[in-house]
């Protein structure tokens, strides 16, 4: 079994950065693409944005320039550094792993959740 869990989440202020890490543990060979999403409630679920193993990333446009992912493999951690946050950005931010397990099978792990607030 694996675990993803988030944190960093908090209140701040438009303009304000946070920087949100997930940190996976358990029965891990290696960790494939990682991803971080967003939901507020009434709209959809969206991709913030991915990163693979070997450190591609991929952004929404929403987020182009002022969202960051990165990552230690060392550590089985994923972050997400955000910056010039506005009020538009607050949601629940989840991450997910696509994880090789030890038995050789590789599964998608889904975080709780951390919630980020942006005041006006």
């Known amino acids: 079994q694996v675990q993803l869990v988030e944190s960093g989440g908090g209140l701040v202020q438009a303009g304000g950065s946070l920087r949100l890490s997930c940190a996976a543990s358990?029965?891990?060979?290696?960790?494939?693409?990682m991803e971080w999403y967003r939901q507020t409630p009434g709209k959809q679920r969206e991709l913030v944005g991915n990163?693979?193993?070997?450190?591609?990333?991929n952004y929404a446009d929403s987020v182009k320039g002022r969202f960051t992912i990165s990552r230690d493999n060392a550590k089985n951690t994923v972050y997400l550094q955000m910056n010039s946050l506005k009020p538009e950005d607050t949601a629940v931010y989840r991450c997910?792993?696509?994880?090789?397990?030890?038995?050789?099978?590789?599964?998608?792990?889904w975080g709780q959740g951390t919630q980020v607030t942006v005041s006006s």
């Open positions: 997910n792993a696509d994880v090789t397990v030890k038995d050789g099978r590789t599964y998608r792990y």
């Open positions: 358990g029965s891990i060979f290696i960790i494939n693409r």
């Open positions: 990163i693979g193993s070997g450190g591609s990333t």
